[in-house]
Nanobody, 124 residues
Framework: QVQLVDSGGGLVQAGGSLRLSCAAS????????MGWFRQVPATEREFVAF????????YYADFAKGRFTISRDNAKDTVYLQMHNLKPEDSAVYYC?????????????????WGQGTQVTVSS
């Protein structure tokens, strides 16, 4: 049974930092590309960042460039999202997702498995 467990969210002041983690089990992690998405209630789930199975390739949404960094540790079956200079508009539930890489990288339907989400709240 595939399981992705998101953690690391919390309440932070604007300008602060958080590091999200996503621990995977039940799959060969090193064979999956990984992504982070976020969602605010009553809106579509929004792409944040992508990392290839090897970690050599990354891709970010425009709002994430220069502030967020995605990384992975295949030895620990974990993907991370380091977020700096957080803004109130970054407040959302953040989800990690795993993809076989056979499709695109920014659409929610490009991914096969999802974490349960972790809440990030940025106060002004």
């Amino acid at each position: 049974q595939v399981q992705l467990v998101d953690s690391g969210g919390g309440l932070v002041q604007a300008g602060g930092s958080l590091r999200l983690s996503c621990a995977a089990s039940g799959l060969i992690f090193s064979r999956y590309s990984m992504g982070w998405f976020r969602q605010v209630p009553a809106t579509e789930r929004e792409f944040v960042a992508f990392i290839s199975w090897s970690g050599r390739s990354t891709y970010y949404a425009d709002f994430a460039k220069g502030r967020f960094t995605i990384s992975r540790d295949n030895a620990k079956d974990t993907v991370y999202l380091q977020m700096h200079n957080l803004k109130p508009e970054d407040s959302a539930v953040y989800y990690c997702a795993a993809s076989t890489g056979a499709r695109g990288i920014t659409g929610r339907y490009d991914y096969d498995y999802w974490g349960q989400g972790t809440q990030v709240t940025v106060s002004s």
